[in-house]
């Protein structure tokens, strides 16, 4: 199975940036479409940005639109979520895992990496 782990949160200013990385184990990263997905205390999980296995393609939700990137290397078995302008709202465990196109549902989560945005 698929092995991911996220890196790269941690505390910020508003207005900063961080760059988050997720790593997979396996040779078949090119086969998945990826996902960032985050969490915050009294709030659902949502989705925040999804791309498909080539990279040509990228969503993201409203709130975050044109202040993050999500990116991958397929070489490196790796996909990023760039935050930039980052707000409190913001503010969450941010999981990286695998999308199932046939079911629209995330699978092989990562352990989660915190970010805090303080204001």
């Known amino acids: 199975q698929v092995q991911l782990v996220e890196s790269g949160g941690g505390l910020v200013q508003a207005g900063g940036s961080l760059r988050l990385s997720c790593a997979a184990s396996?040779?078949?990263?090119?086969?998945?479409?990826m996902g960032w997905l985050r969490q915050a205390p009294g709030k659902e999980r949502e989705t925040v940005a999804v791309?498909?296995?080539?990279?040509?393609?990228?969503q993201y939700v409203l709130s975050v639109k044109g202040r993050f990137t999500i990116s991958r290397d397929n070489a490196k078995n790796t996909v990023y979520l760039q935050m930039n302008s980052l707000e409190p709202e913001d503010t969450a465990v941010y999981y990286c895992?695998?999308?199932?196109?046939?079911?629209?549902?995330?699978?092989?989560w990562g352990q989660g990496t915190q970010v805090t945005v303080s204001s």
């Open positions: 895992a695998v999308l199932d196109q046939g079911t629209g549902t995330f699978d092989y």
């Open positions: 396996g040779r078949t990263f090119s086969r998945y479409a």
């Open positions: 791309i498909s296995k080539s990279g040509g393609s990228t």
